[in-house]
């Protein structure tokens, strides 16, 4: 009995041997000792994330569609008068100035002008004859004076359709001569010499290619965002160009349904009548805001809000929006330019998180980089 009752305490000596060596080492720590695992632990319950503050800046929302290029000022050339083409002085793409002759015609009515003339000349020859006899014979008793005074009138009369048949001549002469009503370049041409000529077809279209617009539809919505004077970009085959709005229509087109907008282009010269481009203008805009990043806001049940760190730790803080683009959402109420907005995701980002930004985090690991360890100094103090 003596034997198995020092058996059981020389266990219990072992035991408690085991059990003090075991709580020195938890109590001494140092490299792989127990101590340092608590705080390694509540090191990582701290989640690094980005922080931002709310700024101000502008959104502007585009939209794209189709337009079309037209001279803004053009003018279909008729003939004056009907009669045969005897010459053409111009091709298309000529360029032309306001005056200068494009075409001649042989008329017919500029004969039959010349034969009033020469009609109209004999009787005022033949009255002018009559009113010289006419003057000796009342000089001499001959006839009364209404009888001259009758002789008279017939060489004012004489005079008067001789005259209006000069201005016939003239102006006939004047449209046989087709003229350029305006300067500019020549569209199309639609005549040849030996044609007939018509005064209810044009001959050619001269285009002001130095001021050049844009026509395009919108909805009725995209309309009431716009206003006289907005800027407008367009583009054509990777050039782009600067354009203002100059009219809004009142109705709709017939065609369509959607309402036309014209707009003056900036050096639009080197653009082709009827081309088509790309136009870009803004239908909606936010100036001068407070915005944060799009990817912050996060939905409940359809309420926008976001995540901002206050004091190290996160809190749902929900808010009202305005319009957004592919970056940036505008806050209309629940933050201001003074809040620590948490901008990056992660599944561990909950209200009452610990947190902290990464800029913190890479000043902690620079700090803990530049303090040298534990060992180090005990040796350098034992040396």
Do not use: H
């Not at 009364?144 to 359709?161: D, F, G, K, P, W």
């Amino acid at each position: 009995m003596k034997r198995r009752g020092e058996k059981i305490i020389s266990l219990a000596l072992l035991a408690g041997i085991l059990t003090a060596g075991l709580t020195g080492c938890g109590a001494g720590g140092g490299p792989g000792g127990m101590k340092g695992a608590p705080e390694a632990d509540a090191e990582s319950s701290v989640l690094t994330v980005q922080i931002e503050n709310p700024v101000y800046n502008s959104i502007y929302l585009t939209t794209k569609m189709v337009g079309t290029v037209q001279p803004e000022q053009t003018a279909e050339v008729y003939p004056k008068t009907s009669g045969t083409v005897t010459a053409v002085y111009f091709e298309v793409g000529d360029t032309v100035r306001e005056g200068q002759v494009l075409a001649t015609l042989d008329s017919d009515n500029l004969n039959s002008a010349q034969i009033s003339i020469n009609s109209a000349q004999l009787q005022l020859e033949t009255a002018q004859k009559e009113l010289e006899r006419s003057q000796v014979l009342y000089e001499n008793d001959g006839i009364t004076q209404q009888a001259l005074e009758t002789a008279e009138n017939s060489v004012r009369s004489a005079q008067l359709q001789l005259e209006s048949a000069q201005d016939n001549y003239n102006t006939l002469l004047k449209n046989i001569s087709i003229t350029a009503p305006i300067s500019g370049v020549i569209e199309s041409k639609n005549v040849d010499v030996y044609d007939n000529a018509s005064m209810q077809q044009a001959i050619c279209v001269i285009s002001q290619k130095s001021n050049m617009e844009v026509v395009f539809q919108i909805s009725e919505r995209v309309k009431n965002s716009l206003r006289l004077g907005n800027s407008i970009t367009l583009e054509k085959n990777g050039t782009s160009y600067k354009a203002s709005i100059t009219e809004i229509a009142g109705k709709t087109s017939d065609n369509t349904g959607l309402f036309e907008i014209t707009a003056r282009i900036q050096d639009g010269g080197s653009l082709s009548t009827g081309s088509k481009v790309t136009v870009s203008l803004v239908t909606d805009r936010a100036e001068n805001v407070l915005c944060i990043p799009l990817d912050a806001i996060y939905y409940d049940d359809g309420k926008p809000y976001v995540f901002v760190s206050r004091d190290g730790v996160a809190e749902v803080v929900y808010v009202e929006t305005g319009i957004y683009d592919d970056a940036n959402m505008q806050i209309t109420s629940g933050l201001t330019e003074k809040d620590q907005v948490i901008t990056s995701w992660s599944s561990q980002l909950t209200s009452g998180a610990l947190v902290q930004s990464v800029e913190d985090a890479e000043k902690e690991n620079s700090s803990a980089q530049g303090q040298p360890s534990d060992d180090i100094g005990e040796s350098e103090v034992a040396s």
